[in-house]
């Protein structure tokens, strides 16, 4: 079993916009893929609820309890888990780390949100684990996603070398319980989606594809 871990202390920066759309696309590609919603606010739970397919399963917990999450997950056939967390740098989004193969980062490629994502790069750091920033919300065609990104190198952290654009279709298409890919399956978010949820099963060594009985 794989699991990311999504964090950043930015609220706003996409980590539950990101943790629904990479696990709709796993359990679309035929993995038993869940979320673990660990945030108060139960933005990706209340999700979960507004949405008819089964699947991903989305679980809400606290933090303290990712271990007994992690197991029940695995004793159900879980094989993709995303830890969903809230907007602050405490004990919850290092347990989550610690819990993780990876981590994921998203963050808005303004000023403010670059300027405060070093907190969220040392909590990662210490847990030991793997982490990229996703650049999220990167305004269509303008050099700001490009900039940001190099500027991130040069203080050296990791980038994905994908962006996510700001796009209606991520916003709009949660609010049924859906995803981009499934609002909109030939637009330009979806294959963001795709491209990134690719690129991450290549660095986690995850087949693009699983064998789950239920699928998206
Ligand atoms: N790439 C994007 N394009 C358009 N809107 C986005 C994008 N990413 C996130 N949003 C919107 O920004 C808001 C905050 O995103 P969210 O995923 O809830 O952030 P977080 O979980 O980090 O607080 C939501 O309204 C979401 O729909
Ligand atoms: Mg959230």
């Known amino acids: 079993m794989k699991i990311v871990a999504i964090i950043s202390q930015k609220g706003g920066a996409g980590k539950t916009t990101l943790a629904v759309h990479l696990a709709t696309a796993a359990a679309a590609a035929g993995h038993a893929a869940a979320v673990i919603d660990l ?33 029940a997950a695995k004793q159900n056939g879980a094989d993709f888990l995303v830890l969903d967390t809230a907007p602050n740098a405490d004990q919850t989004a290092s347990l ?33 684990k793997p982490a990229y920033v996703v650049l ?34 991520f916003t709009h298409g949660v609010i049924d319980g859906r995803t981009a890919q499934e609002f909109e399956p030939r ?7 795709a491209t990134l949820y690719k690129w991450l099963c290549g660095l986690v060594d995850m087949p693009t594809r699983g064998h789950a009985k239920k699928a998206a």
């Open 136 to 169: 999220n919300a990167v305004p269509p065609r303008s050099s700001i996603g490009k900039e940001a990104a190099e500027g991130l190198v040069a203080r050296g952290a990791r980038v994905v070398p994908h962006q996510l654009t700001h796009r209606a279709a």
């Open 96 to 128: 989550a780390c610690r819990a993780a193969d990876f981590v994921m980062i998203p963050c808005r490629p303004s000023t403010f949100d670059l300027e405060a994502i070093e907190t969220t790069l040392m909590l990662a750091k210490a847990a030991g």
């Open 187 to 193: 637009g330009k978010a979806a294959e963001e989606i």
């Open 39 to 71: 945030d108060p606010q139960g933005t990706a739970a209340s999700w979960g609820d507004r949405r008819a397919a089964e699947v991903p399963e989305v679980i809400s917990g606290q933090a303290v309890r990712i271990p007994a999450l992690v197991n």
